[in-house]
């Protein structure tokens, strides 16, 4: 019989051999680099070009590299047939090219997630390694077949569990961590799902949909690189917060290269920040809306009411109604945006002015002079005044404002909305943009276009360009021996021809707003409008995309109630649902009391079991009016002193969002708060409001008021999902009669 200490002993000596090859190829790929950069910007253009490549190469791999410190290798599975394969985050093979470490996203590493005593896979034993830096620290073990020789080989924890529930006792940091080391059966089900279509994954709080969805991206770029590097993934979530809260986790998977946004920030160059009613967000966000920017578009190529008399260099010309009518019919015929069809227009009205300026020519002209006159004719103030007239050029921007502007212009295109609606909607010129207008903006921008002409011939130009660039990208690759699954001749071509410092393709995309990408991660996405689902399937032809959220939790009024509803008009049958049933996060009187609340109030609640229960979880509160923020403050300062052990653990007070400013002020003067960066969470106690909290988890949570919330603009939801963030302790401090389900749930 092994004991604990011996079998440490042996899996430090396993794992050091693992780190020691990180090392040296940390250090071959710096030294690689370091030639490259040596080398200086000598040479042909064409060279200078490979320099960059090469450089950019070994920086992308050498990030990869220092990424996977923390927690290399973490597992291990022993085979009935004496075979052991240890788990990591990456795979390494030795000098002779032998796998030392298999990446936890190939296929040969499932079973690790998968393997139980009912269907073992080959599997007899599988081992969890618990590591601090790079010293094992302790071992956990499943023993899936207690009969087979071998099986009594260790004294050591034969649960399986207890990897996991130290993952969930740990205090919180402001940044999320992965699951890598702990994927449960059922999300790893889901991680490794097939590319192909929507992928909708419901779950309730606490059960790791947002974990599930990052671990899905790395997984997919790992299983499909090929398919998915040129276009590469997007990622939406709901706010910056969260997504500076989740932004360690792919890195740390060995994936740096997803675009991250949210759909304010979908178009580039756009800051859309205003706030507005959110009955004016739920109007906007109307599938109608669609056909009404249809509608203003078309509206902007009008017939004149009279027709336009002009003398042009002694010729008298006529801008004829008819002739106006029959060139934007021609114009419309061809299916372009406004502006690309614009030229179509502008270039049969002055064919037809020119004729007439030819008919009364006492002389025939060649082409070329017709050209001529032509040119003469689009250069004519009057006549330019007149086509832009009839068929305006036009941003977004402009489209959109004059519509919320000028009563009248969306009175004219938007039938379908009331009169109510309609005065809902109407704002200033030049007011700031809301998160709302922007998959209007979008909807217009693809409606409009731009004129094509100049795209065009770079296109040829960059097709011929690429093919030479393909060429050559083969021959260094041969030449150099850099293959090595490291990169493959259209990544090099791509690097080669960028002709200066290289971007990735996650930085070219996200500067471009007509980029369309292969697969699409959208997290809280119960808040998308249907609005907002257009902007994104537009960016995702394919339809592949790994959509996570819970409807219970919608508090937009504009979102999702239900995943058919709002995606079966979009998707028709090109969708498929996943459950996430446990409650990994949420102690279970917490989630009790959670779904008590959410089902009195109808809101549509998942089952769910709770992994966890923790004395004293949920503690309530009740204050007299006067002193409720004096003692929620003080509980969050007692709070975070209990939870808090060094850099870990964090407390989140939750109030309406126009209390915020005033708690966080409080907390400033207490020293337990800065004012560089509200929403940073990096702080001990961080002050959030219903809608800022949503997607993150705390330590422990302190609800002022749930009665404010419930009765705010998301209502139960909001409240639902505040209740829900907490990992340890929930506690709720009120004056007024608690909400509906939550009577019952005090405690001593």
Not at 282 to 305: C, D, L, T
Not at 454 to 483: F, H, I, M, P, T
Request: contains cysteine; glycine residues 6%; charged residues 25%.
């Amino acid at each position: 019989m092994t004991d604990q200490s011996d079998e440490i002993r042996m899996e430090q000596q396993a794992v050091d051999v693992r780190y020691a090859r990180l090392d040296e190829l940390r250090a071959a790929t710096r030294a690689r680099l370091a030639a490259v950069r040596r080398s200086g910007p000598s040479g042909s253009p064409q060279n200078r070009s490979e320099r960059d490549a090469f450089a950019t190469l070994y920086e992308d791999r050498s990030a990869l590299l220092e990424a996977v410190e923390d927690r290399l290798c973490f597992g291990r599975l022993d085979f009935d047939d004496q075979v052991t394969r240890y788990i990591g985050r990456i795979g390494l093979t030795d000098e002779q090219h032998t796998s030392i470490l298999t990446d936890w996203r190939a296929p040969a590493a499932q079973a690790f997630y998968r393997a139980t005593a009912a269907h073992r896979d080959g599997v007899f034993r599988r081992r969890h390694l618990v590591t601090s830096g790079r010293t094992v620290t302790g071992l956990e073990d499943e023993i899936l077949d207690l009969s087979l020789p071998g099986s009594h080989v260790s004294e050591l924890n034969l649960s399986g569990e207890g990897a996991l529930l130290a993952a969930l006792a740990a205090g919180r940091t402001g940044r999320m961590g992965d699951i890598v080391a702990t994927i449960q059966a059922e999300q790893d089900t889901i991680i490794r799902s097939d590319l192909q279509g929507a992928l909708v994954v419901q779950g309730g709080p606490g059960t790791g949909k947002t974990a599930v969805a990052l671990h899905r991206a790395a997984y997919l770029l790992y299983a499909h690189r090929r398919l998915l590097e040129r276009s590469g993934v997007l990622l939406i979530g709901p706010s910056q917060s969260f997504l500076r809260y989740i932004d360690q986790v792919l890195p740390s998977l060995g994936e740096t290269g997803v675009v991250s946004t949210t759909i304010a920030d979908l178009i580039p160059g756009l800051s859309a920040r205003a706030t507005e009613p959110p009955r004016t967000a739920e109007i906007k966000g109307r599938a109608v809306f669609a056909q009404i920017i249809r509608r203003a578009v078309s509206a902007r190529q009008r017939v004149p009411a009279q027709d336009t008399r002009l003398r042009v260099d002694g010729h008298d010309i006529v801008i004829r109604r008819r002739d106006i009518r029959d060139a934007i019919s021609k114009a419309r015929r061809n299916h372009k945006p406004h502006n690309q069809a614009r030229v179509t227009f502008v270039r049969e009205m002055l064919s037809r002015l020119a004729q007439q300026y030819v008919d009364q020519m006492s002389f025939s002209i060649e082409k070329d002079e017709r050209a001529e006159v032509i040119e003469e004719l689009r250069t004519t103030r009057e006549i330019r005044i007149a086509l832009n007239l009839a068929w305006m050029p036009l941003t977004p921007e402009k489209l959109i404002e004059d519509l919320f502007a000028k009563p009248h212009r969306l009175a004219q295109v938007a039938h379908e909305l009331s009169d109510a609606d309609l005065a809902a909607l109407q704002r200033p010129a030049g007011s700031p943009w809301t998160e709302s207008d922007v998959p209007l903006l979008d909807e217009a921008a693809e409606l409009l276009g731009e004129d094509d002409q100049a795209a065009k011939a770079q296109a040829r130009r960059d097709a011929e360009q690429r093919a030479e660039s393909l060429d050559y990208a083969r021959q260094v690759l041969e030449n150099s021996g850099s293959g090595g699954g490291l990169v493959n001749a259209d990544v090099l071509a791509d690097r080669f021809a960028s002709g200066g410092a290289y971007l990735t393709t996650a930085e070219r995309a996200e500067k471009d707003r007509t980029w369309t990408y292969a697969h699409l991660v959208v997290d809280e996405a119960q808040e998308l409008s249907a609005m907002a689902w257009r902007a994104l399937i537009r960016r995702c032809p394919s339809r592949s995309m790994t959509i996570v959220g819970d409807v219970a939790q919608t508090s937009s009024p504009a979102g999702a109630r239900s995943w058919a509803a709002m995606l079966t008009p979009l998707l028709r049958d090109a969708w498929r649902m996943s459950e996430l049933t446990v409650n990994y996060r949420t102690p279970e009187a917490i989630a009790t009391a959670a779904r008590s609340m959410a089902l009195a109030a109808r809101l549509p609640v998942s089952p769910l079991t709770s992994a966890r229960e923790i004395p004293g979880a949920l503690q309530i509160h009740p204050a007299e009016p006067g002193q409720l923020r004096a003692l929620t403050l003080d509980l969050a300062l007692r709070t975070v002193a209990e939870v808090r052990t060094g850099s870990a653990g964090q407390v989140a007070v939750v109030v309406p969002a126009e209390e915020t400013h005033e708690v966080r002020a409080a907390l400033l003067d207490q020293g337990v708060a800065r004012g560089d960066d509200p929403t940073g969470l990096q702080d001990a106690v961080v002050v959030l409001s219903p809608a800022q909290i949503k997607g993150l988890e705390f330590d422990a949570v302190i609800l002022e008021e749930p009665a404010d919330i419930f009765a705010g603009p998301g209502g139960a939801s909001d409240l639902y999902v505040a209740m829900t963030r907490p990992t340890k302790f929930l506690h709720v401090t009120h004056s007024r009669p608690l909400p509906p389900g939550m009577e019952g749930s005090a405690q001593p």
